[in-house]
C-alpha cells in the first residue's frame, strides 16, 4: 500500500511579482508610491523610506543588515524582516539572500508586475 504525502501546514505563499528596477530619478516617485498604499504598515513604509533615502547606491542596491535597520526604527529583527517580507510580497522590493551567515543579503526597489496578477512564490523563484 503506498503512503499518501500528508498535506503542508503552510499553505503557500502569495505574491506578486517584481517587475522593473526603479531608476535613480524615479525614486521619489516609487517612495510615493509606497507611501500612499493602504495596505503596507507604518513600518513597512519607514523601512523603504530608510531603504531609498540611506542605503541605496548610484546602482540602486542596498545592504543594509537586518539588525542596522531594527536599531534605526527601534524595533527587532524579526518585525523589520516582516517588514521587508511584506515589502516584497507587494512587489516593492526585490530581495537576493546570500544564504550565509556574515554575507548581506542584496535588495533593491522595483515596480510591481504591470500585469498585477497574484502567483504561488514558488512559481518565481
Given at each position: 500500500?503506498?503512503?499518501?504525502?500528508?498535506?503542508?501546514?503552510?499553505?503557500?505563499?502569495?505574491?506578486?511579482?517584481?517587475?522593473?528596477?526603479?531608476?535613480?530619478?524615479?525614486?521619489?516617485?516609487?517612495?510615493?508610491?509606497?507611501?500612499?498604499?493602504?495596505?503596507?504598515?507604518?513600518?513597512?513604509?519607514?523601512?523603504?523610506?530608510?531603504?531609498?533615502?540611506?542605503?541605496?547606491?548610484?546602482?540602486?542596491?542596498?545592504?543594509?543588515?537586518?539588525?542596522?535597520?531594527?536599531?534605526?526604527?527601534?524595533?527587532?529583527?524579526?518585525?523589520?524582516?516582516?517588514?521587508?517580507?511584506?515589502?516584497?510580497?507587494?512587489?516593492?522590493?526585490?530581495?537576493?539572500?546570500?544564504?550565509?551567515?556574515?554575507?548581506?543579503?542584496?535588495?533593491?526597489?522595483?515596480?510591481?508586475?504591470?500585469?498585477?496578477?497574484?502567483?504561488?512564490?514558488?512559481?518565481?523563484r
Amino acid at each position: 500500500m503506498a503512503s499518501t504525502p500528508l498535506p503542508s501546514r503552510n499553505p503557500p505563499k502569495l505574491t506578486t511579482p517584481c517587475g522593473l528596477r526603479v531608476n535613480r530619478k524615479d525614486r521619489p516617485k516609487w517612495l510615493a508610491h509606497v507611501t500612499g498604499l493602504q495596505s503596507l504598515l507604518p513600518l513597512d513604509k519607514a523601512i523603504a523610506a530608510r531603504l531609498m533615502t540611506y542605503y541605496c547606491s548610484r546602482a540602486g542596491d542596498a545592504w543594509p543588515a537586518h539588525a542596522t535597520l531594527a536599531r534605526e526604527n527601534n524595533r527587532c529583527v524579526r518585525t523589520v524582516q516582516r517588514a521587508l517580507a511584506r515589502l516584497h510580497d507587494h512587489g516593492l522590493l526585490q530581495i537576493i539572500s546570500r544564504k550565509k551567515e556574515g554575507r548581506p543579503n542584496v535588495c533593491w526597489p522595483c515596480w510591481p508586475d504591470a500585469g498585477g496578477k497574484v502567483v504561488q512564490l514558488k512559481e518565481i523563484r
